[in-house]
């Protein structure tokens, strides 16, 4: 009796549903037998969709500190991981959000950050529309990105359309590699910050992150770790049973759990329970609950729950007659018998396969065309593909009738989707395998050959990518050639992306398509796809790829030219990967034959002998000339002057009596033979050379003045960081009032980090804390300050630099009287015989002046005068290791 009465309270709440004779019901005529599979509902996903909304609620309250999250959903393909967060996107709309979306996929890895582009490109589309705050949109982005906006634009097309004003700007800086890559994350940082807000946060949905390339991995974890971007709720979906421990995923979350700022919610979504099932069959057959409990059950049994294959298996059942709709009944009938024995496909993909089997046969071809791109491809290209003589049916005509069938979408591009990537994998699978190759090799020719040249720049990655998956039926070795020049410009406009992975699975593709004997017909080929790819493999951190490539090249080439970039790649990775020996043995080497002969040995007498040469130079020039001299022409010079400037990194770090001898040989390079961009780092490096060797503090603040001109002759931005540092985080502060660097140490952080060279960014961060507290900055808001740079150093990876400015927070928070011991470095932030057994067992002399300057300052502050004495004996070298730097007065 209680089941009748829930039947009947079930009827009498949803009429049109339950009743039979309801029009509704049953719908026209010739859709009787259509299944009313309810996409619009969740079932059994209650608790998911609370906690999914109230961590939403988090990112979009004023009132909530660290306000970004990210909640991961897993669970297997059909669980419904991607619908859980679907079906709430109109909800996070409704409270004021803009919500966005990207989807990896598993044949169109190598296509370089395509989800995460796309889901940007999709933002900024919503904030061009936003008709009521588009002013406020606009000026936000113009005010945040400035010129560097053009960079992005590149990248995300809807952007030009909020900057206006800029594109066009001044000439950008020269950047690449690691330097691209992270300016295009700072960049993007910079949008967000500058567009997010409480009434207006961003949920950012990425679906399929267990197909996500490295590259998009990397650009993930930035923004989610980016403390200083509020009002962002990251969501993304994986299947966990496709990532196994030490998938490229897992290291990324582990590090993004390290880091301890974001907020991590796990959801994992399972199989449908019984009721669950029951429910939705229910639902599609419009049949109360209890008429279909044992046809749930067999399918239950059949399917395990998992929702997609609930959904399939349902239709496989009505489309071959085991279920139908009885007319004369008016109610749905099915053959329970046959049902239970029938044989099963094993998984939804073999179910979908036998479906699409029954297609007609232009449908059947052109959803495998389809397949071979992934999970969506763009009408545009297939329209290209339509072209080609020998296709007699329209593939995108054929498409349409899918899309009638509930097999694909079609989307925004415009493009076609398929619905699920279980149908992709279905429709991938009518191809045989032994014919897979020669498929995807057909597809690539028919797009490459008729295809527009501007067309082959827009669709490159696509068409590259199939040629590559059936190069290996490629008989013609011209052929190859030619589709190997096509990897190399595909590589490297990878790299220009910052895609550095994609670049090198392009360029490595490309390698493998030249033999041996091309070195000497294509040369020029050769050695751009070996060069190109070592760089990629350095920026990737493969040292011993590297080197292989490397050695390839060096032992082709026949001049230095030939070999100079392959040097250089070797040098910059060298020093890089802490092989410092070998970067500066390879450097003097490559000196030597560009005429620049520098000792391996260097006395005191060298240094003091390279002074005098260069002030002689100096004497022969007024002030004038020195600021009118003529460009740099000769290109051994040039060169020199190149390896001369990355030598200066590694020789400060860790061979400080070099440095002075390289700041003389570039600054008399310069005198002789004209200035270029690196003269400026030249002029600098010698202020900072005779400032602290010399005590030549006016001819210093006179030289820094020269570098400050050439940085602003040769708009050479990249360099800006480097100069400004020596001459604001040195030379000046000697002269001028400390406070007054501290805005252009602000100014060369920030260009540090919109140029990427995030190296440089975090050390001029360290020196505008320095002179922040020696110039008497408020201790309070100064410790706040300075916890952010921490943050943002461990950030950045700027663990070095991280672990030198240990001490100055220490000391900052004794003097505030946070320490149980206020003349120890001894506290939250460090323990000083800790750091110093670190800098001992690391041979880092800098670690170790830095402890001791910081401990000796308070012993003296706080009266421990024979303790300050013996600490400052310890510190006899900091003049040597902090040459010419104002703080090292604390030990005199």
Known sequence: MEEVQEDLQLMMSNPEKFLADSSSAIGSTKNYQSLNIRTDILYDREEETSTLLEVFSQISSPSCTNRSRMVLISGYSGTGKSSLVRKLEHEFIRRGARFVSGKFDEMQQIQPLSAIMNALNEYCNLLAHDTVHIDRNRAAVEEALGSEGQVLAALIPNLSRLLAETIGGPPLAEVSGREAQHRLAFLIRLLLRSTCSSSNPIVLFLDDLQWADSSSLELMRSLVTDVALDNML????????EVEPGHSLFECLESIRRFGITTITSICTSNLNMASVNALISDALS?????TGSLSEAVFQKTG????????FLTSLRDEGLLQYSLSRRKWEWEMEHIRSRTIAQNAVDLMTAKLLRLAPEVHQALRVASAFGAHCLEEVLQIYDTDPCHLSSTVAALDIAVAEGLMAKVDGPAYRFSHDQIQSAAYKLILESERESFHLHVGKSLWQQSSEDEIDEYLFVIVDQLHRGACRISDHEEEIRLAELSL?????????????????????????????????????????YNWCAEMEYILGKFDEVKAHLEEVIKKGRTLREKLRAYYTFVQSSGSFSNTGDAFATAL????????????EVTQFEVQQELLATQALLRTKTEGELLQLKPMSDIDKLEAMRFLNLLLLYVYAERKEYFPIMACRMLQLSLTYGVCKESAVAFGAYGVSICGLLGDTSNAYRFGKIALTLLERFQAKECLPRVFIAVYGFINNWTDPLQSSLPCLKEAINTGLSTGNNDFAMANA??????????????????????EYATQMLDLNQNFMYTLNLSLRQFALNLLGKSADPVK?????????????????KGLSSLRCIVYKYRLCLEVF??????????AELNRNIDKDHMGRFSSVANH
């Open 589 to 600: 080497m490559v000196l030597e034959h560009l005429g620049e002969s520098i000792p391996s």
């Open 305 to 312: 729950g998992n929702a997609l294959f609930v959904t399939e």
């Open 489 to 529: 410009t595909a590589g490297r406009k990878a790299a220009e992306m910052s895609a550095f992975l994609p670049a090198s699975a392009y360029l490595q593709a490309g390698i493998g398509l030249i033999s041996d004997g091309d070195w000497e017909w294509h040369r020029e080929l050769c050695f751009d796809l």
């Open 766 to 787: 360290s020196y505008y804390q320095d002179v922040s507290l020696a110039s008497g900055k408020p201790l309070g808001p100064l410790v706040d300050e300075m916890n």
């Open 862 to 871: 706080f009266g421990e005068y024979e303790r300050a004495v013996e600490t």
């Open 287 to 291: 049949t109360l609950p209890r008429a």
């Open 234 to 241: 990251f969501v993304g979906c994986y299947r966990d049973n």
């Open 825 to 841: 470095l001894v506290g939250k932030v460090m323990d000083e015989g800790s750091l110093l057994d670190l800098a001992e067992e």
